[in-house]
Every structure is written in C-alpha cells, then in structure tokens.
C-alpha cells in the first residue's frame, strides 16, 4: 500500500466513509434499486443524457461571452433562455446520480475518481451561479464585447465541466486511470 493510498484509507476511515457505505449498501432503499436489473442502466442512460442538455446549454452561454454565437443578443437574453435547461439538467443529474451511489455506494465511494468528481460539481455548480451573476451584472447592451478575464473564466469553466464528465466515466476505471492512488488499486 503506497502512502497516498494509505492517506486516502485514513481518510476514508477516519470520516467512516466505508462503515456508511456498509450502511448504505444494506438498506431496502439499495436492496430495491439493485433488486430490478433494468434500474441502474436505466439511471445510467438518463444521467449521460443530461450531460448533453447541462454541457450544450452552458457552452452556448460561453460561445456568446466569447463572441462567437448570438453577438447580435444581450448575454441577460441568452442566459435566460438556457440556463433554465442547464440548472434543471443539474437537478436531474444530483437526483439519478445519488440514486446511483445508493445503489452502488461501496462502488462509488471506494474510488477517488468519485470523490474528486463530487468536489468538482461543487466548485462548479458555485461556480456557474456567480459567472451567471458577474456576467448579467456586467453586460447592459446587446453588442457588449466581454474583456479577456471574462473569455478566460468561460474557459476555464468548460474545462472544469469537462474534467467532471472525464471522472463520471473514469470512476469504472479508476485502478486503470488513479494507478496506486485507487483504492482499488
Ligand atoms: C451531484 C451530482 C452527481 C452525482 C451524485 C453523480 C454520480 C454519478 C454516479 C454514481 C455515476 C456512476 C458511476 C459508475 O458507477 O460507473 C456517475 C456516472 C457519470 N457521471 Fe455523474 N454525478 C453527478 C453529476 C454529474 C455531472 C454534473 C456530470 C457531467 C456534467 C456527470 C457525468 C457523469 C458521467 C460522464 C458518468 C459516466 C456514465 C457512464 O458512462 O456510465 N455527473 N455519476
């Protein structure tokens, strides 16, 4: 067992994670969910799908921010018309994704794929909410041209939303991606 594996393990146990996930695992709630084999793909299959309708509707925020699509639109017109979906598509996202964990916990908890993911939904959820506000509270007309900071921080907020999608498929994988840092491993 290498060091980090041995932090994460402390850490892991320190904060009970796998006495909870024991837990969890044992409750009618995941008896119920695990008892139907057509349950968790399903869940799957429509938490993969909203990924398409939270991912597009932000970058069509961003594509306006960078100049790119719908310059001739106030950015308060553009949020408007997709954040909705994205804020919503989130919701569907926390709902069918606890599912999952409470299915699945020792799979999901046992890995740092899951964990990493889980703080990056976080700083990316407070995240969008505050771009969202600085944006609308910065733009008056139609034609605002957004300065540098404001394209980087639309960057930088895709490639946050990326790295969330890359952990959500890695956590099938994470001995094949985290090596000796999985727990897995
Ligand atoms: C609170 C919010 C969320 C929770 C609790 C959650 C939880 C989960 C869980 C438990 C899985 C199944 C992993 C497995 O067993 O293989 C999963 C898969 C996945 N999640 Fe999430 N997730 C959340 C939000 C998101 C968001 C916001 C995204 C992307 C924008 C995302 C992208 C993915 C992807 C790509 C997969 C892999 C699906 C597959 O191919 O099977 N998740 N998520």
Request: charged residues 10%.
């Amino acid at each position: 067992m290498t060091g980090v594996q041995g932090s994460i393990g402390v850490l892991q146990g320190s904060i009970g994670v796998h006495g909870f996930a024991g837990w969890l695992e044992a409750t009618s709630a995941s008896d119920a969910i695990k008892s139907a084999s057509w349950v968790i793909p399903l869940l799957q299959s429509i938490h993969i799908l909203t990924i398409g309708i939270v991912f597009i509707s932000f970058l069509m925020i961003v594509l306006r921010v960078l100049g790119v699509m719908r310059t001739d639109e106030p950015v308060d017109a553009v949020w408007t018309r997709f954040a909705p979906w994205m804020w919503s598509g989130l919701v569907v996202m926390a709902a069918t994704g606890i599912t999952l964990v409470v299915g699945e916990p020792e799979r999901e908890f046992g890995t740092v794929s899951f964990w990493l993911k889980m703080l990056l939904v976080a700083i990316g959820v407070t995240g969008t909410a505050l771009y969202g506000r600085s944006l609308r509270s910065a733009a008056a007309g139609a034609s605002t041209v957004f300065p540098v900071s404001a394209k980087a921080a639309s960057v930088l907020m895709v490639i946050l939303w990326i790295a969330v999608i890359f952990l959500g498929r890695a956590i099938a994988y994470d001995k094949q991606v985290w090596g000796a840092l999985s727990p897995h491993a």
